[in-house]
Structure formats: C-alpha cells, structure tokens
C-alpha cells in the first residue's frame, strides 16, 4: 500500500499540550491511558523545510502515524499533538550560551554543519516540539502506572508511551550534532527526577548509532545508566562511554546481533533495576539502511523489540518509546520497521 504523507483536515487540526517550566505538569494521568492502549505523541504536522536532496528521510513519521491509524494501531483517543516545549525546560539539560544561540540564530557555522541540518526558526519550533512530546509520554506514563495497584496476585502489566518520532539523542548539552538540536531523552529523564516522579531511569538506546549526546550529559549521574548497543565502525566515529556499550561489527546479522544483546539486556533489569525504561528503538539496523550496516532483517528487528518489551513487563517497568532513526531506501522499509515495534509494543500492553 503506497503511503501518502498529506494530512486530512482532521489530522490537520491542533490539539496543543504545551510543555511548561518546573512544577507545572499536570498531575492527572492522560484520560483513556490504560493498559492495552499505549498513547502517542506527536509532532510531524510540524514543517522541517529541507533541500530536495538532503539525506535526512522527509515525512517519515507523517507516514507512520497515517499507517498507525489506517491499520488500527493508533485510535483518536490514543493521539496527542504537542506545542513547542518551552525554553525553561530546555533549560534543564542545555546550556545558556546554546540555548541563547539558538534562539537567537547565531549558531556558528561549523556548529550548523556537525548538526547536519539546515537552521531555520522553523527547525527550532520542530525541536522544542520533539522535547515536548517525549516529556508529555514520560511524565503521563510513569503517573499513570502509579495508580495501579500493587497486588502479587496479579502478573505485572506493560504501561507505555511513545513518540512517533524522538530519540534525539546526538545533541550535547552544549551542541546539536547528527539532526539532532536539543535531547528529548535527557530532557525528558531530568523532568522525571526533577519532578519526584522517578528516581532510576535506564535509557536503552539500540539506535545502530551511538547516543553519544545522552551517554555523555549522563556520565557523572549513577542513578541514570546509558546503555547502547551500536554499530562499532559507524558514526559517531569518536564516541562517548556510556554505561554499557556495546559495539557491533558491519554485517552481524539476526543472531549474532540477537545473542549479544540478551545477557547484557537480562544484566541491566537484574542489577540496574530501573524504575522506567526509554527504549531508542532506530530501525536503521536493518541490511535495507544506507546508513546502517548492521544486516537485520525484518524478523530479527522486531524480536529485537520483543525482548525489550517482554523484559520491561516481566519487571512491571514503564516504558517510553521513541523511534530514532531509518534510513532504508526505499523509505517505506523503514515505516515497515517503525510499525512492527509499533505491532509488538501493543502485544505486550494486552490483557495479563
């Protein structure tokens, strides 16, 4: 089916759910928020003016969210549009001197070029709404799972959000770098403890790139534990430490790739034991990436998600999704990929 990334008059329309300063979120669970029935934010009716031929893929997650909703995986109730996150909660993650560059369009040249898109005021709008979005699924999902009540009788649930975009998770807290201006994750992750609603937070980050940016604004916190499992010859070619990193040859394949992740993911819950999980699930593993080079396929992607998704139920674990990057040509491969993670995010929030 040929995916078409013009929006109808309904998905057109605006529902804005600004994210606001320190102390400001609304502390009532998203209505309809519910075991069975992840809820998702997004952001693409948002323009990213572009050159024609630029790499970055242009209405991908427009894509996702028509497909979404055409095959049943994302219902009006489940839909959240976001307003531009603003400036005091970015201001939790990122430094003065960036944040007044940015708004003041006086990046540098070479600051513009490591961050690989064209600036405009249309891009920063794009990125605050990023960081909102990714906040807005943080903040909601780990409230709404504390007012389940805790009975041993009962098998644990999967409570999840996600953004159909995010995971930008090359930006430093001083710099943009690899599409990315500001990191939705490590915003989203200080809200969450600055606001007392979690204090262990592990960010599992299976993007084929490094999230340098989120391993490094994170290496000096031991109660948030960065862990990537990456492309070892791929960009970024100088890379961060996260807590765990682990390094993966071109052409691994299904199970290579599949057995090196299990022992580490099982080590993380075990002797982490994290309180809410955001999962950086790229598709740009996939042997169709022009940017990946790792060779999954289809199948091994979405087992991938599998076991993150079982684990984090199995632990009664939160889970924030954001769907990072894909790359595959043609791009309908990589809107594939997104809706399979999609598919398995909802298998595992169904009924216990």
């Known amino acids: 089916m040929a995916l078409s990334p013009a929006l109808s008059g309904e998905e057109a329309q605006a529902a804005p759910n600004p994210v606001t300063?320190?102390?400001?979120?609304?502390?009532?669970p998203q209505a309809g928020l519910q075991p069975g029935l992840p809820q998702y934010w997004y952001y693409d009716h948002l323009a990213l003016p572009l050159p024609e031929r630029h790499g970055f893929p242009r209405g991908r997650f427009t894509q996702v969210?028509?497909?979404?909703?055409?095959?049943?995986?994302?219902?009006?109730?489940?839909?959240?549009?976001v307003a531009p996150a603003e400036w005091s909660v970015l201001e939790r993650i990122h430094t003065p001197d960036y944040l007044r560059n940015v708004r003041e369009g006086t990046l540098s040249p070479q600051a513009i070029r490591e961050l690989g898109l064209p600036f405009?005021?249309?891009l920063v709008t794009r990125a605050r709404a990023v960081v909102s979005a990714t906040v807005n699924a943080a903040v909601h999902v780990v409230r709404a799972a504390r007012t389940e009540p805790s009975t041993p009788t009962v098998a644990p649930r999967l409570w999840a959000a996600g953004v159909i975009g995010g995971g930008t998770h090359h930006a430093f807290a001083e710099r943009g770098a690899g599409y990315c201006l500001f990191n939705d994750i490590a915003v989203a992750v200080h809200v969450l403890r600055g606001e007392g609603l979690a204090r262990r937070i592990a960010v599992v980050d299976l993007d084929v790139h490094q999230g340098n940016g989120t391993a490094e604004i994170f290496h000096n916190e031991p109660e948030v534990f960065t862990f990537s499992v990456h492309g070892e010859k791929n960009w970024p070619h100088r890379k961060s430490r996260s807590d765990f990193d682990l390094g993966l040859p071109d052409g691994t394949g299904d199970d290579a790739?599949?057995?090196?992740?299990?022992?580490?993911?099982?080590?993380?819950?075990r002797d982490f034991r994290p309180e809410v999980v955001f999962y950086q699930a790229g598709v740009d593993?996939?042997?169709?990436?022009?940017?990946?080079r790792l060779s999954l396929t289809p199948q091994g992607l979405r087992e991938r998600d599998r076991r993150?998704?079982?684990?984090?139920?199995?632990?009664?674990?939160?889970?924030?999704?954001t769907l990072g990057g894909g790359y595959s040509r043609p791009p309908e491969l990589s809107v594939a990929a997104h809706l399979n993670t999609v598919r398995e995010l909802a298998a595992h929030c169904g009924p216990c």
Not at 285 to 292: C, K, Y
């Open 285 to 292: 593993p996939l042997a169709t990436d022009r940017l990946g």
């Open 21 to 28: 300063g320190a102390g400001e979120f609304d502390a009532r």
């Open 308 to 321: 993150v998704f079982a684990l984090c139920r199995e632990q009664g674990c939160p889970v924030v999704l």
């Open 257 to 269: 790739y599949l057995d090196a992740i299990q022992e580490p993911l099982e080590a993380l819950f």
């Open 65 to 81: 969210r028509i497909a979404m909703r055409v095959q049943g995986l994302l219902l009006p109730e489940q839909a959240h549009d």
């Open 120 to 122: 405009s005021p249309a």
